[in-house]
């Protein structure tokens, strides 16, 4: 698959405070697409995003699909204790071919 | 509306032995997905397929066959599992269209083997 470097690994957040986290990557993407999982469940769509410059807001989480079709960025504002969990972003590659090449992962943690 | 439901929750099995992980979905998706899911690597594409009737390989196929008989199953078999095959695996399906890229998961299945 496409290799899709997302960054940061891991980030600690308090309640209030905006974060952001991004996805990579050496090919050109068709898609983005930013996924949610919590702990025992399996991932939940956040955003999708169709173009270039494409920026798109769902409540507090706002996306990008980079200019460069090479990258996006996640953007959550006034974090709150549920932002807890597991971040995928995930890319489609090939026009007509549907399959998702997803990053490792954004584990985000409530800071003590 | 149930969604994508995946059986076992959870399984031990001994190295060597078959099993067949179970995904059944009742949206009327064209295709469906298997990936595995470990820790540092997010979510790998074992086996997919775009249709009833077609399958295909993703990027980690070995030791891993699938069948599609119909719209709504989507099994997964370890012919001889091995301790490698430990993971969580996530069955996703996708209704299908252009700019239609959502694919929605199942619970998973957390598989170990000994």
């Known amino acids: 698959g496409q290799q899709l470097n997302q960054s940061p690994q891991s980030m600690f957040i308090q309640e209030g405070e905006d974060v952001s986290m991004n996805c990579t990557s050496s090919?050109?993407?068709?898609?983005w697409l930013w996924y949610k999982q919590d702990p025992g469940e399996g991932p939940v769509l956040l955003i999708a995003?169709?173009?270039?410059?494409e920026l798109t807001s769902n409540g507090r989480l706002t996306a990008q699909f980079g200019i460069t079709r090479k990258d996006s960025f996640l953007n959550i504002s006034a974090s709150i204790p549920s932002d807890v969990g597991i971040y995928f972003c995930?890319?489609?590659?090939?026009?007509?071919?549907?399959?998702?090449?997803f990053g490792a992962g954004t584990t985000v943690t409530v800071r003590a | 509306t149930a969604g994508i439901t995946q059986a076992p929750t959870s399984q031990i099995l001994a190295a060597g032995r078959s099993m067949t992980l179970r995904c059944t979905q009742d949206?009327?998706?064209?295709?469906m997905y298997w990936y595995r899911q470990d820790l540092g690597l997010g979510l790998r594409l074992i086996h997919y397929s775009n249709t009833a009737g077609t399958t295909g390989k993703g990027e980690v196929p070995d030791g891993y066959s699938v069948s599609r008989a119909n719209t709504d199953d989507f099994p997964l078999t370890l012919a001889s599992a091995v301790p490698s095959q430990t993971s969580v695996y996530f069955c996703?399906?996708?209704?299908?269209?252009?700019?239609?890229?959502?694919?929605?998961f199942g619970p998973g299945t957390r598989l170990t083997v000994l």
């Open positions: 090919s050109i993407f068709n898609t």
């Open positions: 996703a399906s996708r209704r299908g269209g252009a700019q239609d890229n959502e694919q929605f």
């Open positions: 995930a890319g489609q590659f090939n026009v007509g071919d549907y399959k998702l090449s």
């Open positions: 995003l169709y173009k270039a410059g």
């Open positions: 949206m009327r998706h064209n295709a």
